[in-house]
């Protein structure tokens, strides 16, 4: 009589505790779905956007520049240095150049402490410099000249062959240059370069390799 009794109060109950512990098991993935969602909706980023007006060099493949700067000639004091290219830019990386350059050189250190003849003709001490560059360009980038002002930049170097006509001889010539550009616009550039010009020459006595650097900074046209 006992045990019927308690069959008939307890069955229920057992029976409610199963029922509520299926609903939490199937509720609970449900809850953490939800949590994950509204963690994910709470999280925004607070990004100011802003409008970027590039400068790039779309159409325009031709350039032509000129440039000035100080050149050292080896044995020969430094001088003021002029030069013009006119360059074509085969691809994104690889361009052409084509330079002519001039310089006049000034005494060597003996003429100054000898106090003798000159070595060389004033038509001699003029330096003459034309060749064909092929550059590749290493490094595009940005350069930030203020806080809302930013210019496109390039930095690339330069693998050449020249002649050079100074001291009455032409020389074979190899040009090294390292060129740094900052587009202001797409058809305008600032050009900051190093070279270094090696020849032969045989002014002084003996032939040696020679090697003329020379710092310059200019401006670019594209077209």
Not at 10 to 20: D, I
Not at 23 to 31: G, H, N, Q, V, Y
Not at 121 to 145: C, K, S, V
Request: charged share 20%; glycine share 6%; net charge negative.
């Amino acid at each position: 009589m006992e045990n019927r009794i308690q069959r008939i109060f307890l069955m229920p109950l057992f029976s409610v505790s199963a029922l509520t512990l299926g609903i939490l098991t199937i509720s609970a993935p449900t809850f953490a779905a939800e949590a994950e969602v509204n963690s994910t909706v709470a999280v925004k980023a607070n990004v100011e956007r802003r409008d970027v007006v590039e400068d790039l060099l779309d159409t325009e493949n031709f350039e032509v520049g000129i440039q000035g700067g100080i050149m050292s000639i080896e044995d020969f004091e430094s001088s003021p240095w002029v030069s013009a290219h006119l360059g074509y830019h085969i691809s994104e990386h690889f361009y052409v150049k084509a330079n002519y350059a001039q310089a006049k050189a000034g005494e060597t250190s003996f003429e100054k402490l000898a106090n003798a003849a000159p070595l060389l003709t004033d038509a001699e001490r003029e330096l003459t410099y034309y060749g064909l560059n092929i550059g590749y360009t290493l490094l595009p980038g940005e350069i930030f000249f203020s806080k809302d002002r930013v210019f496109n930049s390039a930095f690339s170097f330069e693998l050449g062959g020249g002649s050079t006509e100074f001291a009455g001889d032409e020389q074979f010539t190899v040009n090294l240059t390292a060129n740094y550009r900052v587009f202001l616009t797409d058809w305008l550039a600032w050009d900051l370069s190093m070279s270094d010009y090696l020849f032969n020459t045989e002014v002084t006595g003996s032939s040696k390799t020679t090697h003329n650097l020379t710092f310059a900074t200019g401006v670019a046209f594209y077209f």
